[in-house]
């Protein structure tokens, strides 16, 4: 049974920064590969999209509202994905999930609906 962790979320000023993270266990990660996800939602909005990572980490997409603020990485060692998130704004407070699915080896995915596999989220609260 994979179990998605994420941690890191937190109440940061605007202008800070924050770096998610998010462990995976039980899936068979020495034979599959996973696309890994982050999505976020706000209060009274829906879930929406903020980055995704291949498993390799050779390709990446970002939502345009997050590029060149927020990062995504991932360490296969520890079966762990992370967001940077700088330069922080209030309109980014949300609860962050991060999402898994089995994919072929460089395939990447931005659909929400695509993901199998969702942590509980992590809440990020920046204040103006």
């Known amino acids: 049974q994979v179990q998605l962790v994420e941690s890191g979320g937190g109440l940061v000023q605007a202008g800070g920064s924050l770096r998610l993270s998010c462990a995976a266990s039980g899936g068979t990660y020495f034979s599959s590969f996973y696309v890994m996800g982050w999505f976020r939602q706000a209060p009274g909005k829906e879930r929406e999209f903020v980055a995704a990572i291949s498993w390799s980490g050779g390709s990446t997409s970002y939502s345009d509202s997050v590029k060149g603020r927020f990062t995504i990485s991932r360490d296969n060692t520890v079966n762990t994905v992370y967001l940077q998130m700088n330069s922080l704004k209030p309109e980014h407070t949300a609860v962050y999930y991060c999402?898994?699915?089995?994919?072929?080896?460089?395939?990447?995915?931005?659909?929400?609906?695509?993901?199998?596999?969702w942590g509980q989220g992590t809440q990020v609260t920046v204040s103006s």
């Open positions: 999402a898994q699915q089995r994919r072929p080896y460089g395939a990447i995915v931005v659909e929400e609906r695509e993901y199998g596999y």
